[in-house]
């Protein structure tokens, strides 16, 4: 079983930077594939951004992938989203997700269904 924190939201203005960590509980963490999304509100959840168990391979929604960068740290059992350039529309719950296939490249790391293990989300809220 694996448990997903997710810290970092809070109030920025547009423009600005924020950097969610997503801290995991359980060994097997660090070879599972994990993603970010986020919710908006009247808004279905949408991917953003996933990276393999290595660190060595990521993927990004279009229209994130120049201002958001996705990153991990096994020995820390974490994963990072480095948001700069923050726009009012970034506003949302963001939640981190771990897909227990380990292969990154096997199936999908874009979906909802694709991920086991949830985190309870972190708000984000970019004033304009």
């Known amino acids: 079983q694996v448990q997903l924190v997710e810290s970092g939201g809070g109030l920025v203005q547009a423009g600005g930077s924020l950097r969610l960590s997503c801290a995991a509980s359980?060994?097997?963490?660090?070879?599972?594939?994990t993603g970010w999304f986020r919710q908006a509100p009247g808004k279905e959840r949408e991917f953003l951004a996933a990276?393999?168990?290595?660190?060595?391979?990521?993927a990004y929604e279009d229209s994130v992938k120049v201002r958001f960068t996705i990153s991990r740290d096994n020995a820390k059992n974490t994963v990072y989203l480095q948001m700069d350039s923050l726009k009012p529309e970034d506003t949302a719950v963001y939640y981190c997700?771990?897909?227990?296939?380990?292969?990154?490249?096997?199936?999908?790391?874009?979906?909802?269904?694709?991920?086991?293990?949830w985190g309870q989300g972190t708000q984000v809220t970019v004033s304009s």
């Open positions: 997700a771990a897909r227990t296939v380990s292969d990154f490249y096997s199936g999908k790391v874009t979906g909802i269904e694709d991920y086991q293990y």
């Open positions: 990276i393999g168990w290595s660190g060595g391979d990521t």
């Open positions: 359980g060994r097997t963490f660090r070879t599972y594939t």
